[in-house]
């Protein structure tokens, strides 16, 4: 599987992140050498081999469904760019 | 007497309980220490007056005669913690400014414990990288150096800050994360301690994320006594990580007999690579002659899927990662790009992500975005997961054979220098995680411990993997390995 410089551009604007144009070509063969290393993976046989979802065979613990935390609105626009109100604002959204 | 800095946290404890020193004291010298070594770039966000202030508070609990374990003991927070009003960036110019209004459940634990925070240290920018050479704040630089040759060499990484911290005497101990190798492999390349426990010790509670099911924090410390009683403060059942496991803590320190007559530790055949250095193959017959001769029996072993360790790391590691960091957005916190007329709200993720992260993230990111894909998320992400189960499969049927812990080399080579790596290509560097991403990806405890020098006279470090929870056990083997290699060199003063 070869990666060329529109899957690149692709893959970018999926993760969005810009990538200037004249850098898509070093990506993808950035990419192309990890994937390569990736492609020894298929050399496994995983017939039947359950993915793993959890390290530890431990069930998620389950708490009530009740309100623990909240009303601190201050603390939690404390660190934005760009708090207006009360809110955190951002580009016009909806035209 | 030694000077201050330069003890270890149980000698410490120790002159503190009996009044021969302070907690101030032991603080002002580690400062002074941190100060003087802004060549090693360790220490990037300084944090004296929080540092006193803790002090004072450690000095009147231990006359008052109600001093916690690690009361008054100064030591460094790797920036991947959030503390509480302090800058916590995780190395990351995506995070500048952020200063959390929460403290991250380890850091918390260890102020409870009447730990003394110095400061945040550097690393690896999100822990991604294994040299500290992509960290916002520039490289640190090892306190060790290649005989008398002052090129710079890395301390390693992610925890780079930490180890160089540690090993330059600037702190006491340090804490440190690992995701594939980031507490053990910086450790080895510094000649200190590491131990990553059990996925699920640690809370992750208020660590910034890498891959959430592969990280764990861990201590870095001056010798083994000094990683029993620092994990112990660490570790704990957290309601706040679903994933903390609800299971009593052990006294670490009280389990550090040194008998290791009748364990049965296993050599990996598969870890004895093509073109691996003699000097690390002598390293790691002599660990294992040492353990021999301690009363333990050495067996081999074969863990068949090692060599898909790494690749299937370099799937599941990215993925968890594109997935963790879609949360910087310039949104809610850190940095948000300058926009020009007419961009939209795409514009503004597209460039605040392109501009606040590094070329190594950016790279992780994207990759992990491909392999998570539509089309590809079978025959890259759920096939690496297969080959996860394969994994720690091996490690399962050993220790049901009846191995007590796994002896290996912490690292393929010793440290190299800073920049050295420029030119190679990402997997070269990905290599010097071979021998600690099967343990991550098993979710097992493993340790690192400096066991000799190379001819260079750079320290060279020896793995041992334990079973799940029995980080008790692991370090009393540990402890035995540590006896008989003597590791007592330190690195020449220069900074």
């Given at each position: 599987?070869?990666?060329?410089?529109?899957?690149?551009?692709?893959?970018?604007?999926?993760?969005?992140?810009?990538?200037?144009?004249?850098?898509?070509?070093?990506?993808?063969?950035?990419?192309?050498?990890?994937?390569?290393?990736?492609?020894?993976?298929?050399?496994?046989?995983?017939?039947?081999?359950?993915?793993?979802?959890?390290?530890?065979?431990?069930?998620?613990?389950?708490?009530?469904?009740?309100?623990?935390?909240?009303?601190?609105?201050?603390?939690?626009?404390?660190?934005?760019?760009?708090?207006?109100?009360?809110?955190?604002?951002?580009?016009?959204?909806?035209? | 007497?030694?000077?201050?800095?330069?003890?270890?946290?149980?000698?410490?404890?120790?002159?503190?309980?009996?009044?021969?020193?302070?907690?101030?004291?032991?603080?002002?010298?580690?400062?002074?220490?941190?100060?003087?070594?802004?060549?090693?770039?360790?220490?990037?966000?300084?944090?004296?007056?929080?540092?006193?202030?803790?002090?004072?508070?450690?000095?009147?609990?231990?006359?008052?005669?109600?001093?916690?374990?690690?009361?008054?003991?100064?030591?460094?927070?790797?920036?991947?913690?959030?503390?509480?009003?302090?800058?916590?960036?995780?190395?990351?110019?995506?995070?500048?400014?952020?200063?959390?209004?929460?403290?991250?459940?380890?850091?918390?634990?260890?102020?409870?414990?009447?730990?003394?925070?110095?400061?945040?240290?550097?690393?690896?920018?999100?822990?991604?990288?294994?040299?500290?050479?992509?960290?916002?704040?520039?490289?640190?630089?090892?306190?060790?150096?290649?005989?008398?040759?002052?090129?710079?060499?890395?301390?390693?990484?992610?925890?780079?800050?930490?180890?160089?911290?540690?090993?330059?005497?600037?702190?006491?101990?340090?804490?440190?994360?690992?995701?594939?190798?980031?507490?053990?492999q910086p450790a080895a390349f510094t000649g200190i301690t590491g131990i990553k426990?059990?996925?699920?010790?640690?809370?992750?509670?208020?660590?910034?994320?890498?891959?959430?099911?592969?990280?764990?924090?861990?201590?870095?410390?001056?010798?083994?006594?000094?990683?029993?009683?620092?994990?112990?403060?660490?570790?704990?059942?957290?309601?706040?990580?679903?994933?903390?496991?609800?299971?009593?803590?052990?006294?670490?320190?009280?389990?550090?007999?040194?008998?290791?007559?009748?364990?049965?530790?296993?050599?990996?055949?598969?870890?004895?690579?093509?073109?691996?250095?003699?000097?690390?193959?002598?390293?790691?017959?002599?660990?294992?002659?040492?353990?021999?001769?301690?009363?333990?029996?050495?067996v081999d072993i074969s863990l068949p899927h090692t060599k898909y360790a790494l690749?299937?790391?370099?799937?599941?590691?990215?993925?968890?990662?594109?997935?963790?960091?879609?949360r910087y957005d310039g949104v809610r916190y850190g940095h948000r790009a300058t926009?020009?007329?007419?961009?939209?709200?795409?514009?503004?993720?597209?460039?605040?992500?392109?501009?606040?992260?590094?070329?190594?993230?950016?790279?992780?990111?994207?990759?992990?975005?491909?392999?998570?894909?539509?089309?590809?998320?079978?025959?890259?992400?759920?096939?690496?997961?297969?080959?996860?189960?394969?994994?720690?499969?091996?490690?399962?049927?050993?220790?049901?054979?009846?191995?007590?812990?796994?002896?290996?080399?912490?690292?393929?080579?010793?440290?190299?220098?800073?920049?050295?790596?420029?030119?190679?290509?990402?997997?070269?560097?990905?290599?010097?995680?071979?021998?600690?991403?099967?343990?991550?990806?098993?979710?097992?405890?493993?340790?690192?411990?400096?066991?000799?020098?190379?001819?260079?006279?750079?320290?060279?470090?020896?793995?041992?993997?334990?079973?799940?929870?029995?980080?008790?056990?692991?370090?009393?083997?540990?402890?035995?390995?540590?006896?008989?290699?003597?590791?007592?060199?330190?690195?020449?003063?220069?900074?």
């Amino acid at each position: 599987m070869s990666i060329d410089q529109s899957t690149a551009a692709k893959v970018a604007k999926l993760a969005r992140i810009k990538v200037e144009e004249d850098a898509l070509g070093a990506l993808a063969s950035e990419f192309n050498t990890i994937l390569g290393f990736i492609e020894q993976l298929n050399e496994v046989d995983v017939e039947g081999v359950e993915p793993m979802t959890s390290v530890t065979p431990q069930r998620l613990k389950r708490r009530e469904d009740v309100v623990t935390d909240g009303d601190q609105p201050a603390k939690v626009l404390a660190n934005a760019p760009d708090a207006r109100e009360g809110f955190f604002a951002v580009p016009k959204v909806v035209e | 007497m030694t000077e201050l800095n330069k003890l270890g946290l149980a000698e410490a404890r120790d002159l503190l309980r009996k009044g021969e020193t302070t907690s101030v004291e032991l603080t002002e010298t580690c400062l002074s220490a941190i100060d003087a070594a802004d060549a090693l770039n360790a220490f990037v966000h300084k944090t004296p007056e929080i540092a006193l202030e803790r002090a004072k508070a450690a000095d009147a609990r231990l006359a008052a005669g109600d001093a916690p374990a690690m009361c008054g003991l100064p030591i460094g927070i790797k920036d991947l913690f959030c503390t509480k009003g302090v800058a916590s960036q995780a190395a990351s110019g995506i995070l500048e400014g952020f200063k959390p209004e929460y403290e991250s459940t380890v850091s918390q634990q260890l102020q409870d414990a009447g730990a003394v925070m110095l400061g945040k240290l550097n690393m690896d920018e999100f822990a991604m990288g294994s040299s500290n050479e992509t960290s916002v704040y520039g490289n640190a630089v090892s306190p060790w150096r290649r005989g008398n040759d002052d090129a710079e060499l890395t301390p390693g990484g992610s925890s780079g800050g930490s180890a160089a911290a540690v090993a330059a005497d600037l702190c006491l101990a340090a804490t440190g994360t690992d995701t594939g190798g980031s507490i053990r492999q910086p450790a080895a390349f510094t000649g200190i301690t590491g131990i990553k426990p059990t996925y699920g010790r640690c809370s992750r509670w208020g660590i910034v994320a890498f891959a959430s099911s592969l990280d764990q924090a861990g201590p870095m410390t001056k010798d083994v006594r000094d990683a029993a009683i620092m994990l112990e403060a660490m570790c704990g059942h957290d309601p706040k990580d679903s994933t903390s496991a609800d299971l009593a803590v052990p006294n670490f320190e009280a389990m550090l007999t040194g008998d290791i007559r009748g364990k049965k530790i296993g050599i990996p055949k598969e870890y004895r690579m093509d073109g691996m250095p003699a000097e690390i193959e002598k390293l790691w017959a002599d660990g294992a002659a040492m353990l021999k001769d301690a009363g333990a029996e050495i067996v081999d072993i074969s863990l068949p899927h090692t060599k898909y360790a790494l690749p299937a790391y370099y799937v599941i590691a990215p993925a968890e990662a594109s997935s963790n960091l879609a949360r910087y957005d310039g949104v809610r916190y850190g940095h948000r790009a300058t926009l020009e007329a007419g961009d939209g709200i795409t514009e503004m993720y597209e460039k605040t992500r392109a501009e606040g992260f590094g070329h190594e993230v950016q790279r992780r990111v994207m990759v992990g975005t491909y392999v998570l894909s539509a089309g590809f998320y079978d025959a890259y992400y759920n096939r690496a997961r297969r080959v996860r189960t394969l994994i720690k499969k091996d490690f399962e049927d050993v220790f049901a054979a009846g191995v007590d812990a796994i002896l290996t080399p912490a690292t393929p080579s010793a440290a190299f220098g800073l920049g050295e790596m420029t030119d190679a290509d990402p997997v070269q560097m990905y290599l010097n995680d071979v021998f600690t991403v099967t343990v991550n990806l098993a979710g097992l405890p493993g340790v690192s411990v400096p066991a000799g020098l190379d001819a260079q006279g750079l320290p060279l470090g020896l793995q041992l993997i334990g079973k799940p929870w029995e980080e008790g056990d692991l370090l009393n083997t540990a402890y035995a390995l540590e006896q008989a290699a003597g590791f007592v060199a330190k690195p020449g003063k220069w900074w």
